[in-house]
């Protein structure tokens, strides 16, 4: 597995500045945290074992002082709860609180933490550098184009992008009988990747 994912990054090195850059070990270190957090989830999940749960609360604690935009995470548990174990979604809120609570402890403290820039949401924007971000998860994108210019555009513009935003997130839907896992891993990748542009493109 390990081989297959070295040859894969060769290929297609979509995330150079984990590698390549010092100052993004945060990302490998978050990495390091969030992924063996869902798998002491899953065990919870199939052994039905507190420990395992409060293991998986710890990682994911670790990971987020690795680097916030892992807080998407409880949102990619309740996708597995919906789509994979067919759970009702009240009972797969549920035990997501404490994921949530801990996201929001460390969210308000790097919030405190850092300057205010009096940025305002751009809904346009964030719609293209979005685009932007899944184009460059193609391979063919231009990787030194690093973000997009902040277009504000008219009310029109940034209606336009807010239903291109919905419209994103409800596609993976489509496939949720058919294809339950496509579907969770779908929303693997558009969940955790929305922090990466609300939080820098804001501005």
């Given at each position: 597995?390990?081989i297959?994912?070295?040859?894969?990054?060769?290929?297609?090195?979509?995330?150079?500045?984990?590698?390549?850059?010092?100052?993004s070990?945060?990302?490998?270190?978050?990495?390091?945290?969030?992924?063996?957090?869902?798998?002491?989830?899953?065990?919870?999940r199939?052994?039905?074992?507190?420990?395992l749960?409060?293991?998986?609360?710890?990682?994911?604690l670790?990971?987020?002082?690795?680097?916030?935009s892992?807080?998407a995470?409880?949102?990619?548990?309740?996708?597995?709860?919906?789509?994979?174990?067919?759970?009702?979604?009240?009972?797969?809120?549920?035990?997501k609180?404490?994921?949530?609570?801990?996201g929001?402890?460390?969210?308000?403290?790097?919030?405190?933490?850092?300057?205010?820039?009096?940025?305002?949401?751009?809904?346009?924007?964030?719609?293209?550098?979005?685009?932007?971000?899944?184009?460059?998860?193609?391979?063919?994108?231009?990787?030194?184009?690093?973000?997009?210019?902040?277009?504000?555009?008219?009310?029109?513009?940034?209606?336009?992008?807010?239903?291109?935003?919905?419209?994103?997130?409800?596609?993976?839907?489509?496939?949720?009988?058919?294809?339950?896992?496509?579907?969770v891993?779908?929303?693997?990748?558009?969940?955790?990747y929305?922090?990466?542009?609300v939080?820098?493109?804001?501005y």
């Amino acid at each position: 597995t390990a081989i297959a994912a070295a040859a894969l990054f060769v290929v297609h090195p979509v995330h150079v500045e984990a590698i390549a850059w010092i100052s993004s070990r945060k990302h490998l270190v978050a990495a390091a945290f969030v992924l063996p957090a869902f798998l002491a989830y899953l065990k919870y999940r199939q052994r039905c074992a507190l420990p395992l749960y409060l293991v998986s609360l710890l990682l994911f604690l670790l990971a987020l002082l690795g680097k916030l935009s892992v807080i998407a995470f409880p949102a990619v548990l309740v996708s597995f709860d919906l789509f994979i174990e067919k759970r009702p979604f009240k009972r797969s809120i549920v035990d997501k609180i404490p994921f949530v609570f801990l996201g929001l402890l460390v969210a308000v403290a790097v919030r405190h933490a850092q300057r205010e820039t009096g940025a305002q949401p751009v809904l346009s924007m964030h719609a293209a550098s979005f685009l932007q971000g899944l184009w460059l998860l193609t391979g063919l994108g231009n990787y030194v184009l690093y973000r997009v210019p902040p277009v504000r555009g008219t009310v029109l513009v940034q209606f336009a992008g807010a239903l291109l935003l919905v419209a994103l997130f409800t596609l993976p839907l489509l496939s949720r009988k058919r294809y339950p896992l496509v579907t969770v891993l779908a929303y693997w990748v558009f969940l955790t990747y929305l922090p990466t542009q609300v939080l820098p493109f804001s501005y």
